[in-house]
């Protein structure tokens, strides 16, 4: 039998419960709700991409999967995808600055949901996820290697796999190990010596590892947080779910998509507009500050593998971002992209170069607007107190995936 002391501790907790019910029972507007809505995971639909025909194919994925993680691709046989990418941090690294074969100048970007980005890299360089991942394999910090070599290694190791999936391999006969069009001149020279069909069938099988590897990261989406589960019943039943997020969780939600605007760039299932934008992030370097977007938009008109080059699959009528960027725009200049905050509160240190150690970091940041020292920043002060921006960052710790505590190498939600 239950004493009076236990039976008086069950109400009380009935009671809070029922008064934390009636709190947030009226605490949210059609249009707050309309505007939650399209955030939820439930919302994101996996676009097509015209640039890659084998992007939805299951057997490009797998192949793209094992070229993924493989380290030949790379000058010392010890980098892959995975090493920046690692699945176990979220498909990054946790470093200020990538490392491969050698130390690039940014951060590594996660890439759980890439496939809905219009253009890839923190400048935008490149249009499709099959480009970008043929940059990294020809940088000289990044992978180090040559489009030679790799199509070797995919000749020498997955005969098979390739042409059930992208038809009869080129003849290599003649083609050296290092050739390929970058800045090592031993290599250059080995490619300008090529004939143009050897250059040709080379970039061919290059152009396809990148496809088949852009196959496999379209599986790699995001997970669904507890925000998702505050969303979605919220939609559902028009009232605010109890327990689901803390007192402090909702309080930054309200402040992140009113008084701290931070929806004007995080927005969408993915709480990013996939745009360029300059916050006026101190450079890493203060004597050779990165231009950002001013570069990138113009490396991506000009990239031989951009949606309009005769090796992407669409047609000219669908590279319409391409039709209409402006590349030399002064807003442009030390702007960077937006980056989803998904997960966000496991992948410090923050910005394009690691300049921010942690989210209370950023937050200030933005609290406080300072100008850029290139270009001209977009913010303006916020003006939040101390006990909001600790609510901001406790918010932000609700769009962490569920799953990541259960399972630290679960890579996402697969597209299929």
Same mark, same amino acid.
């Given at each position: ?6 039976? *008086? ?7 809070? /419960? ?66 920046? +990418? ?46 970008? /991942? ?46 390929? @069009? ?106 050779? @500050? ?18 309009? *080059? ?94 990541? +505590?259960?399972?630290?190498?679960? @890579? ?5």
């Amino acid at each position: 039998m239950r004493s009076k002391f236990t039976v *008086s501790i069950l109400a009380s907790t009935l009671l809070l /419960a029922v008064y934390d019910a009636f709190l947030h029972a009226e605490e949210w507007t059609d249009d707050q709700i309309r505007e939650l809505s399209s955030m939820s995971l439930g919302e994101l639909e996996l676009p097509p991409d015209p640039t890659n025909k084998m992007s939805g194919d299951s057997a490009a994925a797998a192949f793209g999967q094992q070229l993924f993680f493989d380290e030949r691709l790379s000058s010392n046989g010890r980098v892959s995808c995975a090493s920046c +990418h690692d699945p176990a941090q979220g498909f990054q690294d946790g470093q200020p600055l990538g490392t491969g074969v050698g130390q690039t100048a940014r951060r590594t970007m996660p890439i759980a949901g890439a496939a809905y980005s219009p253009f890839l890299f923190w400048d935008g360089r490149k249009d499709s996820l099959w480009s970008q /991942a043929l940059g990294p394999l020809e940088s000289p910090v990044e992978h180090g290697g040559t489009r030679a070599q790799y199509a070797q290694v995919v000749a020498q190791h997955y005969e098979a796999e390739y042409e059930q999936i992208f038809g009869a391999l080129p003849d290599l006969t003649g083609v050296p190990r290092v050739a390929g @069009p970058v800045d090592d001149p031993v290599a250059r020279q080995a490619w300008n010596q090529l004939t143009e069909n050897q250059r040709d069938s080379v970039t061919g099988v290059f152009v396809n590892i990148g496809k088949a590897i852009a196959a496999y990261e379209r599986q790699i989406l995001p997970g669904r947080s507890r925000f998702d589960d505050f969303v979605d019943t919220l939609v559902a039943t028009g009232r605010a779910p109890i327990g689901v997020l803390s007192s402090d969780e909702i309080a930054g939600l309200k402040l992140f998509t009113g008084k701290a605007n931070c929806t004007q760039c995080h927005n969408g299932p993915l709480f990013t507009n996939n745009d360029f934008h300059n916050t006026g992030v101190p450079p890493r370097l203060a004597s050779s @500050p990165d231009s950002g977007r001013l570069i990138g938009a113009s490396d991506v008109l000009h990239d031989e593998f951009n949606c309009r *080059s005769r090796w992407s699959d669409a047609s000219p009528e669908q590279c319409v971002e391409l039709e209409y960027l402006v590349a030399d725009s002064p807003t442009l200049q030390g702007a960077f992209k937006v980056p989803s905050l998904r997960d966000v509160a496991t992948r410090a240190p923050y910005m394009h170069a690691g300049q921010l150690a942690t989210l209370p970091d950023v937050l200030v940041h933005y609290n406080q607007a300072p100008p850029a020292v290139i270009g001209n920043s977009e913010l303006v002060p916020l003006g939040l107190t101390d006990t909001e921006l600790r609510q901001v960052v406790a918010f932000l710790a609700s769009l962490t995936d569920s799953s990541r +505590h259960a399972d630290a190498t679960r @890579p996402g939600r697969q597209a299929f």
